[in-house]
């Protein structure tokens, strides 16, 4: 009897704890399950983060490129302004404005500036920091090109007027309104107010043809895209200026 009691509160007591074993199993598993979750949501939360660390270091610039970048802005803010201004100025030559006088001088410091615009935007990747940091810093240095740009393309336009520079390749030109001061003396002629005399001579010269002012365009977009070209031109003058003085120098000896 004894032992029939023993194995009665035994069978019991086992089915008794099986329920709670059974919950106790399913409560770990749902506490795996739900950790497990837990876990893919921060390893994904991990990855994420690093992988748009990684694209915002990749997509930092470097001292250099930030310097190019500034650079750059500046450069497009002037090109745009001088565009502007050569439209501005183009409407009013074609519309006989008075503000036109001297057109074709206009037109060869503007290409020359432009084209040394252009020089100084393609030269960026090659100079050294010093430069690029003297052009992030300052407006002036970044005007200085495109303006002794233009007092080249100015030196070449003349160069063309005088006849020192000749040939199918270079431009022809004429005085608009120009004055033959001995006519006009012999029959006894009245001056015309819009004719030019002296030193304004120079702002009266014009192209003969349309092929003649294309050829300015390019010849002074030139001058100011490659300092070295008008340099070159003036370093031969100077070497036939001396030359010629050798020569004359020893035919009076």
């Known amino acids: ?137 300052s407006w002036v240095y970044v005007l200085l090109s495109p303006l002794v740009g233009s007092i080249l393309a100015l030196l070449l336009f003349f160069l063309f007027i005088s006849g020192l520079l000749d040939g199918d390749l270079f431009p022809n030109f004429e005085v608009a309104n120009a004055i033959d001061t001995q006519r006009s003396a012999e029959n006894n002629a009245v001056e015309d107010s819009n004719s030019y005399t002296g030193l304004s001579i120079l702002f009266g010269v014009q192209g003969i043809a349309y092929t003649d002012y294309a050829k300015i365009v390019f010849w002074c977009f030139l001058a100011g895209y490659s300092e070295s070209f008008v340099t070159n031109i003036i370093s031969n003058f100077e070497s036939k200026a001396d030359r010629s003085s050798a020569d004359s120098a020893s035919a009076d000896s």
């Not at 749902?30 to 990684?54: M, P, Q, W």
């Not at 930030?66 to 502007?84: D, G, P, Q």
């Open 1 to 137: 009897m004894a032992e029939d009691n023993l194995l009665e509160r035994s069978s019991q007591n086992k089915a008794r704890t099986a329920p709670h074993s059974g919950i106790e199993q399913s409560t770990e598993k749902t506490t795996a399950s739900s950790s497990g979750k837990t876990f893919r949501a921060n390893d994904i939360e991990v990855l994420a983060s690093d992988r748009t660390s990684l694209i915002n270091s990749s997509m930092q610039l470097s001292p250099r490129q930030e310097m190019i970048r500034i650079i750059s802005n500046r450069l497009f803010l002037a090109l745009c302004s001088l565009m502007v201004i050569t439209i501005a100025f183009g409407y009013l030559t074609y519309a006989g404005h008075k503000l036109s006088a001297g057109a074709t001088n206009w037109m060869v410091l503007l290409c020359g500036a432009i084209g040394g615009f252009i020089s100084l935007q393609r030269s960026l990747k090659t100079l050294d920091d010093e430069d690029l940091l003297l052009l992030a810093r």
